[in-house]
């Protein structure tokens, strides 16, 4: 269970890196279902959250 939550942890990362800031739309394509999900699950693995992972590595807003 724990591969398959990266495997879907992955791209939902990349697209967060890439500048999408719908977390809906994150959980969607990356399989996680749910913002709420996506929330649980990259805190769980990442130690932060997507809001957080945003700011940290997102594209920067000149």
Known sequence: MSWL????LAPACRLIE????RF???ARR??????ANLRTLMRRATGITPSAY???FGPEVS
């Open 24 to 26: 809906e739309m994150v």
């Open 54 to 56: 945003k700011r940290r």
């Open 30 to 35: 990356s399989g996680l279902g749910t913002a």
């Open 18 to 21: 890439r500048g999408e800031s």
């Open 5 to 8: 939550m990266g495997e879907r």
